[in-house]
């Protein structure tokens, strides 16, 4: 469809489209990680390679969770375990993800659908894909160093959905 916008025509996509286009980026995203981490583990056997992905996973997290913290106080918002999700940090057409209903707090979610998932459980790469999704935990410690991120479920473990919520650690004080 195009329209018109300042003068200069623009195309633009439907949303459906658009989700489609983000999921399979994120599929190819997923199979780049597999054939990385398998070639890995041919080159230096599975320990090593879980120990080499798993300090990499790790750092990117790191690298995340810092931008994050960047740009949700640059938007205004209190630098809280909570406010992580005001500014999103994935494709919001890419990943299926809703706050569960009466949750711990503003963090509590569950992700229905996830192109990474898919695409590692299609592949039988469930266990090195779920070594991926220490991300998670990486980003929330980047970015609330006081915060701990809880994976209560996850696909690539046999559950119908990932479920996660951050909670605060006990002052130490």
Same mark, same amino acid.
């Given at each position: 469809?195009?329209?018109?916008?300042?003068?200069?025509?623009?195309? &633009?996509?439907?949303?459906?489209?658009?989700?489609?286009?983000?999921?399979?980026?994120?599929?190819?995203?997923?199979?780049?990680?597999?054939?990385?981490?398998?070639?890995?583990?041919?080159?230096?056997?599975?320990?090593?390679?879980?120990?080499?992905?798993?300090?990499?996973?790790?750092?990117?997290? &790191?690298?995340?969770?810092?931008?994050?913290?960047?740009?949700?106080?640059?938007?205004?918002?209190?630098?809280?375990?909570?406010?992580?999700?005001?500014?999103?940090?994935?494709?919001?057409?890419?990943?299926?993800?809703?706050?569960?209903?009466?949750?711990?707090?503003? &963090?509590?979610?569950?992700? &229905?659908?996830?192109?990474?998932?898919?695409?590692?459980?299609?592949? +039988?790469?469930?266990?090195?894909?779920?070594?991926?999704?220490?991300?998670?935990?990486?980003?929330?410690?980047?970015?609330?160093?006081?915060?701990?991120?809880?994976?209560?479920?996850?696909?690539?473990?046999?559950?119908?959905?990932?479920?996660?919520?951050?909670?605060?650690?006990? +002052?130490?004080?």
């Amino acid at each position: 469809m195009l329209r018109e916008g300042n003068g200069v025509a623009e195309e &633009t996509i439907s949303k459906a489209e658009a989700a489609r286009q983000v999921r399979q980026m994120g599929r190819m995203m997923a199979g780049l990680y597999c054939h990385l981490t398998r070639e890995m583990i041919a080159a230096v056997g599975p320990d090593k390679a879980r120990e080499i992905v798993a300090k990499a996973v790790w750092s990117y997290g &790191t690298e995340r969770g810092a931008q994050q913290k960047d740009r949700v106080v640059q938007a205004g918002y209190e630098h809280v375990p909570e406010n992580y999700g005001a500014v999103p940090d994935l494709p919001p057409l890419g990943w299926d993800v809703r706050k569960v209903e009466n949750g711990e707090n503003a &963090t509590h979610i569950q992700i &229905t659908y996830c192109p990474f998932a898919e695409y590692w459980l299609e592949q +039988d790469f469930a266990e090195f894909g779920r070594l991926y999704c220490t991300v998670d935990q990486a980003k929330f410690t980047a970015f609330h160093p006081s915060s701990d991120l809880v994976h209560h479920k996850n696909v690539l473990d046999g559950d119908d959905c990932c479920e996660m919520v951050c909670r605060r650690k006990p +002052d130490r004080g």
